[in-house]
Each structure stands twice: as C-alpha cells, then as structure tokens.
C-alpha cells in the first residue's frame, strides 16, 4: 500500500502558482524528505495534504484513502507536526498529551499506556511533569511528536521540524524520526536544509512549484554532496 500519493496537483493564490502539477508518492513506512528553499511550495502541499487548502485540481490518497472522497477517513491516519510551537504551554508534557487523546476519544487505562509509550519512544519520560514553557527547543519539538503519535497513525507530515534548533538537537530529532519508519509509519518531512537528509532517503526536490527530482537522495546527489547537488538545481542558499 502507498503510504501518500499525490497527483497532478496544482495550486495558485490569484495568478501565482504555488504548486504546479506535481505528483509523487511515498510507500509505506519509507521516510521521504520534502526538500526546497523557502517559498517552494512546501506549506501549500501540506495545507493541502491536511485540508486546510483543498486543491481545485489533483488527487491525494493517505493510506490508500482518498482525501477528496473520505477526507475524515483519510485526516484519521494523519499525524501533524506544524512548523510553528501549538502547545500549551502552561500544561505539563503529560497535561499536554493527555488533552490531546481526549480529542481522539482515549481514556482511562488505554490514555495513560499510549502516553506512556510515546514519551518513552521519544525519550522524553523524564520530562513528563514538567510544564511546557520550561521545555528546550528539542524537548518541545520532541513532546509535539509524541502527541502526533498518540492515536497511532499510518502518516506522520513534519513542517520544517527543525526550524530554531540548534544543530545537535536537529540531529537528534532527526534521528528519532528516522526510527519511527521501523514499525511501519510514512513519514513526510519538510526541509530546506540538506543535511537533515540521509543517502538511503526518499527525496523529492520541489522548486518554484515544480517537482525537479524525485527518488532516493543518494541517485539524485550522485558522487557530490547532497547540497551541492541542491544548489545545482534550484540555484536556492541553504
């Protein structure tokens, strides 16, 4: 099963295409990196993929849904990391993710072992009881992980995760998400930032709203850096 399909998207906001279209997909369990510089188009495929946006154009599938059709069907398998911080931060780490599951109907015993399970995946348990605003970057970006795990979804999208992140916290969020695709999880991850993509990575290259490469990172870089290879393409800083 394809984990998120998209084809023949377009998009525009009044006469400026912000996504002109593109199709790509991404199979189940594989970890795809959205690469672009600032203003590609990034956002508006994920407000899409979301239904914050809905496409007078194109068909998206998540988890072999189809959004148009069944879009709460589909929005059900969907975890969301947005780019911007949306805890609460006068709530605890648990408060935070507890709120969270009560909006998807967990409760009692169930609520508390997922909760449980996602700190632990995150590595973030000891930090449970502390209020949010107390929190680092990492540890915020890694809370609002585990709360999109919560009800165990087919889909993970991550909006420029990394974005104010000092680089060894970067790496390490990096890593963590890598690991989810182990049990399965499709994970879309948005970035203009080449190193946060590894050689064995799906990589789809968006650019002025158009696909310029789609594949696996090490083919599409060859025997130079990957961002030397970016650069090359999209002509864009990192």
């Excluded at 990172?217 to 393409?233: K, N």
């Amino acid at each position: 099963m394809t984990g998120i399909r998209v084809a023949d998207l377009s998009y525009s906001y009044g006469a400026k295409k912000a996504l002109d279209d593109i199709s790509f997909e991404v199979g189940t369990g594989d970890f795809c990196a959205l690469l672009g510089p600032n203003g590609a188009g990034k956002s508006t495929l994920f407000n899409l993929l979301t239904r914050l946006f809905v496409a007078p154009r194109g068909d998206i599938e998540i988890g072999g849904i189809n959004l148009q059709a069944q879009p709460r069907a589909a929005l059900a398998t969907l975890g969301i990391v947005f780019q911007q911080t949306t805890l609460d931060l006068d709530l605890t780490v648990r408060q935070n993710l507890s709120y969270f599951a009560a909006l998807h109907g967990i409760a009692g015993r169930e609520r508390a072992a997922r909760i449980d399970a996602v700190l632990d995946r995150l590595d973030i348990a000891d930090r449970a009881g502390e209020k949010a605003r107390t929190l680092n970057g990492g540890h915020k970006r890694r809370t609002e992980i585990a709360r999109a795990l919560l009800h165990a979804p087919a889909v993970l999208l991550l909006d420029e995760p990394t974005v104010g992140l000092d680089a060894a916290s970067r790496a390490s969020i990096t890593d963590h998400v890598h690991d989810l695709t182990q049990d399965g999880t499709t994970i879309l991850w948005a970035t203009h930032l080449a190193d946060e993509v590894r050689a064995d990575d799906r990589l789809v290259i968006l650019h002025q709203a158009k696909i310029l490469a789609d594949g696996h990172a090490r083919d599409i870089q060859g025997h130079v850096p990957l961002q030397d290879a970016f650069l090359a393409l999209t002509g864009a800083l990192t």
